[in-house]
């Protein structure tokens, strides 16, 4: 079993009312989940090529309201945001992405994952867009 989370629960007791009491608890992720960003096959100017995001969720909760926004000078003409309402324990997200390449070149596409336990895993890669 892996150690990259920890569950930590909290108990309160209203001194004034002995039969209040509340009791919370969470988990706390010791390091960001994997996410990877990948292009699969060549990418040549003005033809359409394939990129590849991948986020797993490792702890043992939903993750909700997930975003996903793809970016990359010259290979979007503006960024690609995906939503997902939520992401089972466990579970993976694999996107693929439509693009034309408008610029060629040595290219930076960078992933950017947030959801309600995350902000700002981010993943990147080089792509050469040749002629």
Known sequence: ???????????????QQDDDIYE??????????PIS??????????????????????LNEP???????????GLFSSDVERSIA???????????IMTTPYKAGLKAVVADFDCSAFRDI???CVVNVTR
């Open 122 to 124: 981010k993943a990147s």
């Open 1 to 15: 079993m892996g150690c990259n989370s920890m569950k930590v629960s909290a108990v309160a007791i209203d001194k």
């Open 37 to 58: 960003v990948k292009v699969l096959g060549e990418a040549r100017l003005y033809r359409e090529m394939t990129i590849e995001v991948q986020f797993k969720n490792t």
């Open 86 to 96: 939520q992401l089972d324990p466990n579970r993976t997200l694999k996107l693929k």
């Open 24 to 33: 919370t608890e969470t988990d706390i992720a010791l390091e960001n989940p």
């Open 63 to 73: 993750l909700r309201n997930c975003t996903l926004t793809v970016c990359g000078c």
